[in-house]
Structure formats: structure tokens, C-alpha cells
């Protein structure tokens, strides 16, 4: 079946810095969405893609979706410590709603 | 985007027994709605779509007749774990579409002992 390969897995870093996370697949999907999961709490959408190259900004954080449909990438920048929680890609392959998910980047940040 | 509400959101109960769990779609009306797994460190897993007035459409490996779903009206939907397993301990999170976005409940921890 369908995989969203996502990376890192985790990352631990400072305060200020910038933080860079993306996904993979083999096959590709029409809608890629990124959401933040925090410790015994529902996914929350931060941003959502829909056409292959489009780049969306909400406040600190940009994501891009892949030209080859096949991949994408969140960026935060200026992290700050409520940015930490476990970040989740998720695709969705023919407009279903049905959504398959990546294992998620779990970031901490120092302050 | 849209405000999902689920109940419990927590829950204990023995092996053996059934456990309902509600999800709510609060500002729209859902025809929609998806059930999730998590378990621990793991990321979500999809295990049924809810489908208002018709029967819920199950992913390959879910059985169906333990996890029933009903979706009576437009903004509820419950799924029932049926004679429970410990194995059943998990996060359980529902979720509405709207257009091509998906917004999640805040989850219901089922413990089975």
C-alpha cells in the first residue's frame, strides 16, 4: 500500500533556529496536509496544500508541495518553545479524505 | 476550520466488554466522517470512513463487526468496540472533511483491562 516516508524522525534544537522537515512517497497524492499533534490531543492542521509547486506560509511556518506530486516540506523558522509537539504529513491520493500519514518528526526546542 | 468534539475522552473498561465513543462535527454538517487509531509513538492509522445514513466503509484488516459504526445524523457519528481486548487500548480519533482539508477530534484513550 501507499507510504509517507518522513523525516527526521526527531530533532532537538535552539531556540531561534530554523527547523526543516519533509516527506516522500513512491506514488502521488493530490493533497498533501501538515498537521501538529501535541500529547494526548487531536492533529492540528497547519497548513494544506493543494497543487504540485504551490508554497503556503501560515505566520512562521512554510510547506511546499513537490513538482513531481510526490513529495513536500514544512519549514519553521525562529523556532520558540511552544513549537514543540510531534509534526505529522499526511496525503491524500484521490481527494477521499482518506489519509495516510506519516511516522512523524517530534521536535523539542531548548530555550 | 471545523470544531470536532469527542466523548469520552478517556475511558477504562474490562476485557470483554463494549465501549461507545461519540464524535461530533459542531459547526457543519459532516455526510463525512473518519475514524483513526493511534498507538503509542506510532502515528495515525486509518480504520473506517462513517457515512451518514448508509454503512461505514472499513480499511483492510479492521473487522468490522468489532468496531461498529453508526452515523445516524449529520453531526454525530459513534463507534462501538465491541467485547474489547486489551490489545483494543488505544487513541481513538475521529475527523470531518471539509473541501480537501481534515479537522480531528481531540481523541478518546481507551484503556482495557
Known amino acids: 500500500g501507499q507510504q509517507l516516508n518522513q523525516s527526521p524522525q526527531s530533532m532537538f534544537i535552539q531556540e531561534g533556529e530554523d527547523v526543516s522537515m519533509n516527506c516522500t512517497s513512491s506514488?502521488?497524492?493530490?493533497?498533501w496536509l501538515w498537521y501538529k499533534q501535541e500529547p494526548g490531543e487531536g492533529p492540528v492542521l497547519l497548513i494544506a496544500?493543494?497543487?504540485?509547486?504551490e508554497l503556503t506560509s501560515n505566520g512562521r511556518l512554510t510547506a511546499q508541495f513537490g513538482i513531481t506530486r510526490k513529495d513536500s516540506f514544512l519549514n519553521i523558522s525562529a523556532s520558540i518553545p511552544s513549537d514543540v509537539g510531534i509534526y505529522f504529513c499526511?496525503?491524500?491520493?484521490?481527494?477521499?479524505?482518506?489519509?495516510?500519514f506519516g511516522q512523524g518528526t517530534t521536535l523539542q526546542v531548548k530555550p | 476550520g471545523a470544531v470536532v468534539s469527542q466523548h469520552p475522552s478517556r475511558v477504562i473498561c474490562k476485557s470483554g466488554t463494549s465501549v461507545k465513543i461519540e464524535c461530533r462535527s459542531l459547526?457543519?454538517?459532516?455526510?463525512?466522517m473518519f475514524w483513526y487509531r493511534q498507538f503509542p509513538k506510532q502515528s495515525l492509522m486509518l480504520m473506517a470512513t462513517?457515512?451518514?445514513?448508509?454503512?461505514?466503509?472499513?480499511e483492510q484488516g479492521v473487522e468490522k463487526d468489532k468496531f461498529l459504526i453508526n452515523h445516524a445524523s449529520l453531526t454525530l457519528s459513534t463507534l462501538t468496540v465491541t467485547s474489547a481486548h486489551p490489545e483494543d487500548s488505544s487513541f481513538y480519533i475521529c475527523?470531518?472533511?471539509?473541501?480537501?482539508?481534515?479537522?480531528f477530534g481531540p481523541g478518546t484513550r481507551l484503556t482495557v483491562t
Open positions: 475527523s470531518t472533511k471539509s473541501g480537501h482539508e481534515q479537522y
Open positions: 499526511a496525503g491524500d491520493s484521490g481527494n477521499t479524505g482518506k489519509l495516510i
Open positions: 459547526d457543519f454538517q459532516a455526510t463525512t
Open positions: 462513517s457515512n451518514e445514513g448508509s454503512k461505514a466503509t472499513y
Open positions: 496544500l493543494y497543487k504540485a509547486g
Open positions: 506514488s502521488i497524492f493530490n493533497t
